[in-house]
């Protein structure tokens, strides 16, 4: 169970609207105008589950129906973070609408039909927490930042666990190391335990709602908590032989933290499947974007082809390798995802293929021409 001071109630003699601390501004206000025509209360989810959802609203938290606002759409149902309208009063109170999002982290789902998932909406910061009681996989950390970056949030990248790093010079390695991976993300090194670069994290969160991300035993809980002042996630001890730990939070609670802002905590994910990322991706990867504005040929794929400014970076030692073969795999499959909800995307992979096809069969020709 989690506490009931988990879910506190902000007092109006701030001086401010009772919903601030949780997000609350005058854009939210005048979104909300019909609905507070409608005579419908204001108010933020701070966790759904199975049908129901508790939300923050300005007389405290109450628990809500979102039977009204479920479609067959999953890219629609109430999710943490969702400014919503509810009834009054009535037993039980229902959800009648959600207010346009500005941002949301999606996911794709491990279901054949490819379908999104909404894991926070309306949120500032995409804290991908990593930990370092364990060896770093860039290619997961890339993969995690392309949907930070196309949820329309700021990633932030928090490398947990940093005092099983005893040696500043390698904990300085590791946090450039991640730096090259995440280009133009803030990447903090931080413990727990010992509270080194929580002041800087905290700053960062004040401003805004975040969504703290990351693999099962990469710490997320017991940061949470930390922030939070207060054991409010459960912890649940990670297992020596891989580094990896349980689901200890099973649902995506906001949180409103003491030093300003809100904090949506998740459960550990073991499945970052991308969902029609590709400007994600692109940012995510912008060094290859910049070589790829010199390659001879506008479709450059960056494999074999002539004049390639990209493999010429590779090459020269400018671009690690690893880099490219890591935005090539997002690339196909965020093409794969996109070819299977997209018609015209399909019917695009399809020329492409056949005009490989014919240049392959044309090379071909020509090869046994010579012979």
Excluded at 325 to 338: D, G, P, T
């Amino acid at each position: 169970m989690t506490s009931s001071s988990a879910f506190p109630t902000p007092s109006a003699s701030l001086g401010l609207s009772p919903l601030a601390p949780y997000g609350w501004d005058d854009a939210w206000a005048d979104e909300f105008v019909p609905y507070d025509a409608e005579g419908l209360v204001a108010g933020r989810v701070i966790r759904v589950d199975r049908g129901q959802c508790d939300v923050a609203t300005a007389d405290g938290v109450i628990r809500a129906d979102t039977a009204f606002v479920t479609p067959h759409d999953p890219m629609r149902v109430v999710c943490t973070g969702d400014w919503v309208a509810v009834e009054p009063a009535g037993n039980p109170r229902y959800v009648k609408a959600y207010l346009p999002r500005r941002t949301a982290f999606v996911r794709s789902t491990s279901s054949e039909r490819s379908e999104g998932q909404i894991l926070a909406a309306n949120i500032d910061h995409a804290v991908v927490a990593v930990s370092l009681a364990v060896e770093l996989d860039l290619g997961r950390v890339e993969r995690f930042l392309a949907l930070a970056w196309e949820s329309g949030a700021q990633p932030v990248v928090v490398l947990t666990k940093a005092d099983l790093v005893p040696e500043a010079a390698t904990l300085a390695h590791l946090v450039q190391d991640v730096e090259t991976a995440a280009p133009g993300v803030p990447v903090l090194a931080v413990s727990s335990e010992t509270g080194e670069g929580l002041d800087v994290l905290e700053a960062v969160l004040a401003g805004g709602t975040a969504v703290l991300l990351g693999q099962s035993g990469a710490g997320k809980s017991t940061l949470a908590n930390v922030l939070l002042g207060e054991d409010v996630m459960d912890v649940q001890a990670t297992r020596d032989m891989d580094g990896k730990g349980r689901h200890t939070t099973t649902t995506r609670n906001l949180l409103v933290l003491p030093g300003g802002g809100v904090l949506i905590d998740t459960p550990g994910l073991r499945g970052v499947g991308l969902w029609d990322a590709e400007s994600g991706v692109g940012q995510v990867f912008s060094e290859i974007e910049e070589f790829a504005a010199d390659c001879r040929f506008q479709d450059c794929a960056h494999v074999a082809e002539p004049g390639c400014a990209v493999l010429a970076a590779v090459d020269s030692g400018e671009l690690p390798e690893r880099r490219l073969e890591s935005y090539r795999k997002l690339l196909r499959e965020n093409q794969r995802i996109v070819a299977k909800t997209d018609a015209r995307v399909r019917a695009e992979i399809r020329r492409d293929w056949k005009r490989k096809g014919a240049e392959g069969r044309a090379a071909m020709e020509a090869k046994r021409g010579r012979w």
